[in-house]
Each structure stands twice: as structure tokens, then as C-alpha cells.
């Protein structure tokens, strides 16, 4: 059974850079030409799309916060990666990672990580 | 972008069917597929319709999924509601921009 999991520093501080990990088991991350996404949440608020990523590199963004995101991958450890810069308290979210059910970013997220709180502050 | 706008909340009650709509503002909203998670209180999403009205494999037939392109939105119906399906559902589609989440509706089944 795949399974996501989300790492990272409990809190980060106002105009530094967040970063997250997510480690993929069960199932290799070049398996079938996913692609892999990360979204969030903010407190008692609705979900967001921050961007998404294919193992060979290539990434779509949310334009809103293009400007200030950067999603990597190591295929080699089977992880994914999101940094996001010049974080403010309007970043305090819940982040989840999950996969895309295809090979494009327009499927449906099939399996998600649990998700992790990040506070800014 | 577009934006998908969904009720805030609704309620119903036991054994009955409720409908949650979810408004394309721009764009055809048989442009891209429309899926629907389930987002139940410390939980992560899942899916309940995928691709406007498919049903992933575990998810009952109570819940379905239509589109009216006259109206440009999407609905998610569900059947014969018990108190097990009182959860946040959002609906979520895509264009030439990205993934675009609608915000959410409150399912109160008492």
C-alpha cells in the first residue's frame, strides 16, 4: 500500500524559507509517470494547491505563489520536496503531500500523506 | 484562473438524499474534470467522485456526481445519508493555470 509522509521543522520564522519533505513508500515515486503535489490548508480554512512535480523534474505552480515556491525531487531516496520562501502568518497551514492518479497533474490526488502543521511565528 | 464556489454549509437528516453544488466562474465546466473529497475532522482528504462522477473502488454507490454545463457546475449527491458522512467536501478541478479547490462545504447530517 503506498503511503506519504510529510517531515519538517515544527515552526519557522516570519521572512524565512519553509521546507518540507515527502517520503514515499510502498511504491516507487518513477512508477507509472505520476506526478506528486503539494497542498494546504490554513486553520479552519479550505485546501490550496501549491504545485505539483513529475520524477523527471518538471513542475506546475500555483501562480499565486509561483513567485515564492520551489518543488524538487530525489528519486534516488524516493522523496519529494517543497521550499517556500519569505513566509508570512498568512503561511501558518496544515501541508499535506499526495499523488496525482496519472500522468498529469489534471488527475485526481489518490493517496495523500497525513498532513503536517507548520506554524509561522 | 477560474474560481469554483460551493455553498458554505448544509444540512440533513438521516436516510435522506442532500445535493452540494460547486459553480465554475469562468471557463466551461466541462473543460476539465471535477472531483470531490471528503475531509472528515483531523483527517486528510479523500476522494468520493473523481472525473465528474466516477467512484473510487470503497466508496459507496450513495455518493454520485453529474455536471451541467448549462449552468456551469457540478453537484455531488448523496443518498440515504447516515451520520458517518457529516464531513467537509470540496470540489476541485483544473485549467491551463493549475488546480483549482472550491471552499468547501459543511455536510451536518442530524
Known amino acids: 500500500q503506498l503511503q506519504l509522509q510529510e517531515s519538517g521543522p515544527g515552526l519557522v520564522k516570519p521572512s524565512e524559507t519553509l521546507s518540507l519533505t515527502c517520503t514515499v513508500s510502498g511504491g516507487s515515486i518513477t512508477n507509472n509517470n505520476y506526478y506528486w503535489g503539494w497542498i494546504r490548508q490554513p486553520p479552519g480554512k479550505g485546501l490550496e494547491w501549491i504545485g505539483s512535480?513529475?520524477?523527471?523534474?518538471?513542475?506546475y505552480y500555483d501562480p499565486f505563489l509561483k513567485s515564492r515556491v520551489t518543488i524538487s525531487v530525489d528519486t534516488s531516496k524516493n522523496m519529494f520536496f517543497l521550499k517556500l520562501s519569505s513566509v508570512t502568518a498568512a503561511d501558518t497551514a496544515i501541508y499535506f503531500c499526495?499523488?496525482?492518479?496519472?500522468?498529469?497533474?489534471?488527475?485526481?490526488?489518490?493517496?495523500w500523506g497525513q498532513g503536517t502543521l507548520v506554524p509561522v511565528s | 484562473n477560474f474560481m469554483l464556489t460551493q455553498p458554505h454549509s448544509v444540512s440533513e437528516s438521516p436516510g435522506k438524499t442532500v445535493t452540494i453544488s460547486c459553480t465554475r466562474s469562468s471557463g466551461s465546466i466541462a473543460s476539465n474534470y471535477v472531483q470531490w473529497y471528503q475531509q472528515r475532522p483531523g483527517s486528510a482528504p479523500t476522494t468520493v467522485i473523481y472525473e465528474d462522477n466516477e467512484r473510487p473502488s470503497g466508496v459507496p454507490n450513495r455518493f454520485s456526481g453529474s455536471i451541467d454545463s448549462s449552468s456551469s457546475s457540478a453537484s455531488l449527491t448523496i443518498s440515504g445519508l447516515k451520520t458517518e458522512d457529516e464531513a467537509d467536501y470540496y470540489c476541485?478541478?483544473?485549467?491551463?493555470?493549475?488546480?483549482?479547490f472550491g471552499g468547501g462545504t459543511k455536510l451536518t447530517v442530524l
Open positions: 512535480i513529475h520524477y523527471s523534474g518538471n513542475t
Open positions: 476541485q478541478s483544473y485549467d491551463s493555470s493549475g488546480l483549482v
Open positions: 499526495a499523488r496525482h492518479g496519472g500522468n498529469t497533474p489534471e488527475y485526481y490526488f489518490d493517496y
